[in-house]
Antibody, heavy 125, light 107 residues
Framework: QVQVVQSGAEVKKPGASVKVSCKASGYTFTSYDINWVRQATGQGLEWMGWMNPNSGNTGYAQKFQGRVTMTRDTSISTAYMELSSLRSEDTAVYYCAIPGPLTYDPSGYYPFDYWGQGTLVTVSS | EIVLTQSPGTLSLSPGERATLSCRAS???????LAWYQQKPGQAPRLLIYVASSRATGIPDRFSGSGSGTDFTLTISRLEPEDFAVYYC????????FGQGTRLEIK
């Protein structure tokens, strides 16, 4: 079965960068895009962008353009999300989210069948 | 950007009752590319419904979705204790956006 495991919690100072990892197993890693969604404490969900693990192509939400970078290492079936110039408003749980075979559309967008457990990133001086 | 507005913000019901949650889009969601998720405290969201009315794998048939265009509904026919949670809608017709959530609490 599909498993998605993220790296542990991080505490960063304002202006720093954070890199969160997402290791997927139970399927062919290059088959489906990896997306990132974040959730501030007590708030709703916010989509950040996608990455195609096969090509490395990415697409970012306009809000995060210039500050987010999504990469992967196919040899270890792991995706990464790096967010730079951190500010207090970036304090949130960050999730990687993956579509499934019934929902995936490589030419468009899709819902997310599989989620990591979330990584809390705290930005504080 | 398509803005999704969910109502009500909080819904208080008892086990065994029927729940009706609404999601309204600021513009038409073509191909009914609308999904619903359930989230419990400390957990990641769980996909319930996609393409407005298709149940995801393993989702009980007491969950159903309907709607098209700008108005969508998630119905839970008979509430079980484990159904009390926060529910989000998501559109994926364009760059994905989520509603602000409906909290379903025990009355």
């Amino acid at each position: 079965q599909v498993q998605v495991v993220q790296s542990g919690a991080e505490v960063k100072k304002p202006g720093a960068s954070v890199k969160v990892s997402c290791k997927a197993s139970g399927y062919t890693f290059t088959s489906y895009d990896i997306n990132w969604v974040r959730q501030a404490t007590g708030q709703g969900l916010e989509w950040m962008g996608w990455m195609n693990p096969n090509s490395g192509n990415t697409g970012y939400a306009q809000k995060f353009q210039g500050r987010v970078t999504m990469t992967r290492d196919t040899s270890i079936s792991t995706a990464y999300m790096e967010l730079s110039s951190l500010r207090s408003e970036d304090t949130a749980v960050y999730y990687c989210a993956i579509p499934g075979p019934l929902t995936y559309d490589p030419s468009g967008y899709y819902p997310f069948d599989y989620w990591g457990q979330g990584t809390l990133v705290t930005v504080s001086s | 950007e398509i803005v999704l507005t969910q109502s009500p913000g909080t819904l208080s019901l008892s086990p065994g009752e029927r729940a009706t949650l609404s999601c309204r889009a600021s513009q038409s969601v073509s191909r009914s590319y609308l999904a619903w998720y359930q989230q419990k405290p400390g957990q990641a969201p769980r996909l319930l419904i996609y393409v407005a009315s298709s149940r995801a794998t393993g989702i009980p048939d007491r969950f159903s979705g309907s709607g098209s265009g700008t108005d969508f509904t998630l119905t839970i026919s008979r509430l079980e204790p484990e159904d009390f949670a926060v529910y989000y809608c998501q559109q994926y017709d364009t760059s994905p956006t989520f509603g602000q959530g409906t909290r379903l609490e025990i009355k």
